[in-house]
């Protein structure tokens, strides 16, 4: 993978989390990816949202 992948994907993962704040969130999000740099999934940590009412 390279390093302007990596950029891209930092800033995937960044978007990803202020998109999940914007919507009422926390920013507890993860973006899984493999080797070669391709996205295999996202996903958001709810604990603490669902332990504030969230």
């Known amino acids: 993978m ?3 992948r990596l950029t891209e994907l930092m800033e995937e993962a960044v978007a990803f ?3 999940h704040v914007h919507d009422g ?3 507890f999000t993860a973006l899984v ?3 070669d740099g391709v996205v ?3 996903g958001v940590n709810r604990v603490r ?3 504030r009412g969230g």
């Open 17 to 19: 989390s202020v998109q």
């Open 2 to 4: 390279t390093p302007a």
């Open 40 to 42: 295999l999934g996202h």
């Open 33 to 35: 990816v493999d080797r």
């Open 25 to 27: 969130g926390l920013p």
């Open 49 to 51: 949202e669902r332990s």
